[in-house]
């Protein structure tokens, strides 16, 4: 495989359960990102991982808990999540994350999350 | 005020015309002018890239940018119905890669 692979592409939860959502990039880039997408809105960028420590945490809340265990994968793990956050999770990577040079991000399809 | 304002459309334009996508910002610390497109139930794809000011030119693609007026363009010269997607601006400065994106627009090419 190559790029950058979500999965699972479609999930729907009660608010009280616990999941989690997973990334793998065949890249062989060091930095790794979570963004959120909903609609009518900018992507907002949630989490960044640079060589496997969490360099960005932009104000999410808790019940939203990121793990980076090496430069290639990537979880989102989520728990009591509200119905505001039925969104689109989005997953990119980049060769690295502090750069003078621009680093382009590669993005996975995502996971479309629904909040019952 | 957000720091980048783009129209969200949509946008709907017959096959073979000129589009033109804007965004302005007002962070004048940004270096790094992207777009992005965005076709339906799939990620991000990275169209074109701009470093600082001036024209960049891809096939049916320009990308234009004007930092002393904080606004940036995106030209699709005869367009396609393939061309429909939304479509994403973001920026960046240099140093940290985090990338502001609009809002995107969404564009609708009818054959």
């Known amino acids: 495989e190559t790029g950058v692979t979500q999965t699972p592409r479609h999930l729907v939860m009660g608010m009280t359960n616990k999941k989690s959502l997973k990334c793998e990039q065949h890249?062989?880039?060091?930095?790794m990102y979570w963004y959120k997408q909903s609609a009518k809105k900018p992507l907002e960028l949630m989490f960044v991982?640079?060589?496997?420590?969490?360099?960005e945490n932009n104000s999410v809340p808790s019940r939203f808990s990121p793990e980076c265990p090496n430069s290639s994968h990537l979880f989102l793990h989520l728990h009591t999540l509200q119905p505001e956050d039925s969104a689109l999770y989005l997953c990119a990577s980049s060769q690295e994350y502090f750069s003078h040079y621009h680093q382009p991000q590669h993005f996975g399809d995502g996971t479309r999350l629904s909040i019952l | 005020q957000k720091e980048v304002e783009q129209d969200p459309g949509p946008l709907s334009v017959p096959e073979g015309a000129i589009v033109s996508l804007n965004c302005t910002y007002s962070?004048?610390?940004?270096?790094?002018f992207m777009w992005y497109r965005q076709y339906s139930r799939k990620g991000p794809e990275l169209l074109m890239y701009?470093?600082?000011?001036g024209n960049k030119e891809d096939g049916r693609f320009t990308a234009q940018v004007d930092k002393s007026s904080k606004y940036i363009s995106l030209f699709i010269r005869d367009s396609q119905p393939s061309d429909s997607a939304t479509y994403l601006c973001a920026m960046s400065a240099t140093g940290a890669q985090k990338l502001v994106f609009g809002q995107g627009t969404r564009l609708t090419i009818n054959p």
């Open positions: 890249l062989g880039h060091n930095a």
């Open positions: 991982y640079n060589f496997k420590e969490q360099t």
């Open positions: 962070n004048s610390a940004f270096q790094y």
């Open positions: 701009t470093y600082s000011s």
